[in-house]
């Protein structure tokens, strides 16, 4: 498996699924690797979460896995072992040998618990060995609960507990007797103090009942508090050079975290983390924002990125687009590319005139310079492509009046016309940079005779406003207006300036109204 995606999410639990199902919902392609085995496993039920209070926590993953899939989001079961640089994205290295490609990088691969090596704790832990009042104080309300002791973190911990119950002890497992201000501090919270060490969890049935200390004694609770190490699983990172720094509580060091910032993102461009792997204090909901906060990031990183990449495409389109190059592959592309019927709007305003010499501006197939013949024209067809002369050609020789077109290959823009020579001069959508642009068309109109006619029609801004396809350059096009302002009217007259519709079809076959922007003005 070698697959190319925007984003891979690494790790299915709320942070990766909230990440993911934002990128999916952007319509980005995303790709969930998830070994399947979640920190709050041990767990009944996920606690804080405004809406989902008391969702057990493989319910909560099972939506939001369908809620992915929904918005076309795809996932995987395994392990990633190793990730590396490749070329401008990250190749991951999977468990069962495959591998896959990303753009973008989010990891919310969460953390373990370390758990104090007591007898019978760990067979326990997510039932009545707890860590988190917020998470569980509810559930043990007035019950007894024991605070193992393991480091100095331990008061703090049997006085947060205290607001959940009024039958708190203070285990001292392995930590030394409270000194004469916290042990005021205990006596007058009416937390009870029990020397240690503990030796072993008392199980009755299948419920905690209690622990045994070293002296054989044994103390009757119903929950047992216990500090953990909280360790990141964060070996995938490795191989980008980025690795987990320690969080300390006071001046006790409580585990370690990815350090990132407000987003997630990493001192590596293109890797986001969420979750515990952040975060190792987040609890559920705080997780899933933090994931929808990192989705939201990696999406915009990935639009300024690409907005880059068509900037410069963009720039490289402008300066080929409309040279003799593109032009001939155009034509080459295709045995014909325009209708053989010819421009309406020279049809509309050439039909009256008294025929003359005209000048077909960038004739292509010949359709207007055979339409113009037909009618008794004498006409220069000039264009910059000579696989569109050819054709033009046999499309003039087809309908007999190859005698009376003149085909030239010439860029008007380096070889402009004679002044003053033509009766009639016809350019039909000649759309190129806005200063060429006003160069050429002063050279049209030059070309015009006295009493001549100046026939200019391009495709009105407004129809990118619509659902046709046109060629999204805005600077190409013009409005009839802006032509008009660069003729001096003591030498013409303006007698049409306008955007006119014109019915067409767009390509899912619905009827739309395009424009053509339309100048016709005669030289005095």
């Not at 990633?80 to 640089?85: G, I, K």
């Not at 007035?142 to 002791?149: E, F, P, T």
């Not at 060091?253 to 979750?275: H, L, M, R, S």
């Not at 013409?492 to 619905?510: I, K, S, Y």
């Amino acid at each position: 498996m070698d697959e190319t995606y925007d984003v891979v999410v690494v790790g299915g639990g709320a942070a990766g699924l909230s990440g993911a199902l934002a990128l999916a919902r952007a319509r980005r392609s995303v790709l969930v690797i998830d070994s399947g085995e979640p920190r709050n496993a041990p767990a009944d039920q996920v606690h804080n979460y405004l809406g989902r209070e008391g969702t057990p926590p493989g319910e909560l993953v099972a939506v939001g896995r369908a809620e992915v899939a929904g918005y076309g989001g795809q996932f995987r079961t395994g392990r990633v072992q190793a990730t590396t640089r490749d070329d401008d994205g990250f190749r991951l290295s999977l468990e069962d040998g495959g591998s896959v490609r990303a753009r973008r990088l989010l990891v919310a691969t969460g953390l373990t618990d370390e758990l104090p090596d007591v007898p019978g704790l760990a067979q326990r832990w997510g039932r009545e060995v707890l860590h988190c009042p917020y998470c569980h104080g509810w559930e043990v309300q007035d019950r007894r609960i024991g605070v193992l002791a393991t480091g100095p973190l331990a008061v703090h911990q049997a006085e947060m507990w205290r607001q959940w119950s009024s039958h708190v002890l203070l285990l001292l497992h392995d930590v030394p007797t409270p000194d004469e201000e916290t042990a005021e501090r205990l006596a007058a919270r009416g937390i009870a103090v029990v020397p240690g060490p503990v030796a072993e969890v008392e199980v009755t049935g299948d419920a905690l009942t209690g622990v045994r200390l070293a002296d054989g004694r044994v103390v009757a609770l119903d929950a047992i508090v216990v500090a953990t190490r909280l360790t990141p699983r964060a070996d995938l990172l490795a191989g980008l050079d980025l690795a987990p720094e320690e969080v300390t509580m006071g001046e006790h060091v409580i585990g370690a975290q990815i350090p990132a910032d407000a987003t997630g993102a990493t001192t590596i461009p293109g890797v986001w983390v969420a979750g515990n792997l952040a975060d190792l204090r987040g609890q559920v909901i705080t997780s899933a924002a933090a994931g929808l906060t990192a989705g939201a990031a990696i999406n915009a990183d990935l639009i300024t990125e690409e907005t880059r990449a068509a900037v410069t495409a963009y720039r490289q389109l402008v300066a080929t687009a409309f040279e003799q190059p593109a032009w001939e592959e155009r034509y080459q592309s295709r045995p014909s590319v325009w209708s053989g019927r010819p421009n309406p709007q020279l049809v509309t305003e050439a039909a009256d005139l008294s025929p003359g010499h005209a000048l077909d501006v960038g004739s292509g197939e010949g359709a207007d310079a055979v339409w113009l013949a037909e009618r008794g024209w004498r006409v220069t067809a000039a264009d910059i492509s000579t696989t569109a002369l050819g054709r033009a050609a046999a499309h003039a020789d087809t309908a007999q009046v190859g005698d009376r077109i003149e085909f030239t290959h010439a860029d008007l823009r380096e070889k402009p016309p004679a002044e003053e020579t033509y009766d009639l001069v016809s350019a039909q959508f000649m759309h190129l940079p806005p200063v060429q642009r006003r160069e050429l068309f002063a050279r049209l109109a030059a070309a015009v005779a006295p009493g001549g006619v100046l026939l200019i029609v391009g495709h009105h801004p407004s129809d990118l406003w619509t659902s046709a396809h046109r060629l999204h350059m805005p600077d190409m096009m013009y409005t009839a207006e802006d032509v008009a302002a660069s003729l001096d009217p003591a030498r013409w007259e303006v007698l049409a300036a306008e955007a006119r519709p014109r019915p067409a079809t767009d390509p899912n076959g619905q009827d739309i109204t395009l424009h053509d922007a339309v100048l016709v003005a005669r030289r005095r």
